[in-house]
Every structure is written in C-alpha cells, then in structure tokens.
C-alpha cells in the first residue's frame, strides 16, 4: 500500500482544513496520525474502509472529521474550529485486516494553526 498525504497549510485559529490521503490500495484501516514538534506521535482519527466505521481521539472529536471516498481510494480528515495546540505534521497510515500495528505510512503534511 502507497499512502499519498496532502491539503496541509497556514491557517489561523477557528479555521479549517482538509487533509486528504490517497491510497493505492483497499487497506482494512486508514488512520491519521500527528505529532507536533518535541512530542510524541499521537492517534488522531481512523476509519475502516469496509464499512465506515470510525474513531476519534478525545481531543478532537466534534472537530474533525474522517471519510473515504471509494471511487477516488482516498480518504479525507475535515478539520473544523482549528487550535493552535493542533499544529503538527498530520501523517496517514493504513493496516491489513489482522495486522497489529500500522505498517504502512504516508510521508507528512503541515497543519500549522496561527493564533
């Protein structure tokens, strides 16, 4: 699986962007990862690509927003009401049915949120 990450930018606070992730394949899962310079990588959202199905962290549900578009194989992360804590390089990832972790990763997008 290739992971194609894009849509990263400047905006400022209370805005929005959307970060998109083409696949070139049918993976069970796409998530999207971040991290913010001097901290650790951390789980943002994920979606299972046979159904839907989705999960957010705490931090940022009610605010984004995970999709797939199947005809494009791409996945989308609407981000609404944008922080500044939010800045990061947003990462996309994507797993096997029965994988364990997340092998395969997309190179990053920017988000840098301006207060």
């Known amino acids: 699986v290739q992971l194609q990450a894009s849509g990263g930018g400047l905006v400022q606070a209370g805005g929005s962007l959307r970060l998109s992730c083409a696949a070139s394949g049918r993976p069970y899962f796409i998530a999207w990862f971040r991290q913010a310079p001097g901290k650790d990588r951390e789980f943002v959202a994920a979606?299972?690509?046979?159904?839907?199905?989705?999960n957010y962290a705490d931090s940022v549900k009610g605010r984004f927003t995970i999709s797939k578009d199947n005809a494009k194989n791409t996945v989308y992360l609407q981000m609404n009401s944008l922080k500044p804590e939010d800045t990061a390089v947003y990462y996309c990832?994507?797993?096997?049915?029965?994988?364990?972790?997340?092998?395969?990763w997309g190179q990053g997008t920017l988000v840098t949120v301006s207060s």
């Open positions: 979606i299972r690509w046979s159904d839907g199905s989705t």
């Open positions: 990832a994507a797993r096997h049915f029965g994988s364990i972790g997340y092998g395969y």
